[in-house]
């Protein structure tokens, strides 16, 4: 089956520096999505690619579907300490049950203030 | 975004009992819902996928006379866990996505968790 490669696995970083993280795929994505969950919450969506090189930007995120679309990345600029949780990227598909996410293990931010 | 919300947030039960999990999605109709389980420390792990009006499909692996769905409205999904044991207490999550959207996109409810004893 499909495998997301995500990294990295945890980040501890400074109040105010960048941080940016990325998914590889052993095969083609239609969309990827970046999700952060909290602990104890459900995964809130943050960006939603949908098209081969398409870079969109949310605040502070940045995200980036890969030309190859095999791969994508997330940048978050200036960083808060709200922006403290597991960050998960997904991948679909296309074909039979092309509606379903294939996730990454989840890249853990921690970041000092 | 679209909302999803569960209940309840959280349950605790004795072994051997079963459990009832439900997803819901408020402001849009759900033609198709998602189950996931995730364990502490680790990614989500999809279940099953439900389709309003028609049995759902398992993941390979997943025992599907264990884990009841039923997705008998646009709006709601349930999840029942059936002679739940200690092995299934686990954070349960549904997510749902509509037709109506052209770019197909998954909103997450907020999660269950539940403890068998």
């Known amino acids: 089956g499909q495998q997301l490669n995500q990294s990295p696995q945890s980040m501890f970083i400074q109040e105010g520096e960048d941080v940016s993280m990325n998914c590889t795929s052993s095969s083609i994505f239609n969309t990827w999505l970046w999700y952060k969950q909290d602990p104890g919450e459900g995964p809130v969506l943050l960006i939603a690619l949908y098209k081969a090189g398409e870079l969109t930007s949310n605040g502070r995120l940045t995200a980036q579907f890969g030309i190859t679309r095999k791969d994508s990345f997330l940048n978050i600029s200036a960083s808060i300490p709200s922006d403290v949780g597991i960050y998960f990227c997904?991948?679909?598909?296309?074909?039979?049950?092309?509606?379903?996410?294939?996730f990454g293990k989840g890249t853990k931010l921690s970041v000092i203030p | 975004g679209a909302v999803v919300s569960q209940h309840p947030s959280r349950v605790i039960c004795k072994s051997g009992t079963s459990v009832k999990i439900e997803c819901r999605s408020l402001d849009f109709q759900a033609t198709t819902m998602f189950w996931y389980r995730q364990f502490p420390k680790q990614s989500l792990m999809l279940m099953a996928t439900s389709n309003e009006g028609s049995k759902a499909t398992y993941e390979q692996g997943v025992e599907k006379d264990k884990f009841l769905i039923n997705h008998a409205s646009l709006t709601l999904s349930t999840l029942t866990v059936t002679s739940a044991h200690p092995e299934d207490s686990s954070f349960y999550i549904c997510?749902?996505?509509?037709?109506?959207?052209?770019?197909?996109?998954?909103?997450f409810g907020p999660g269950t968790r539940l403890l068998v004893l």
């Open positions: 997510s749902a996505i509509t037709r109506a959207v052209f770019q197909e996109t998954q909103y």
């Open positions: 997904a991948g679909r598909g296309s074909g039979a049950g092309s509606y379903q996410l294939t």
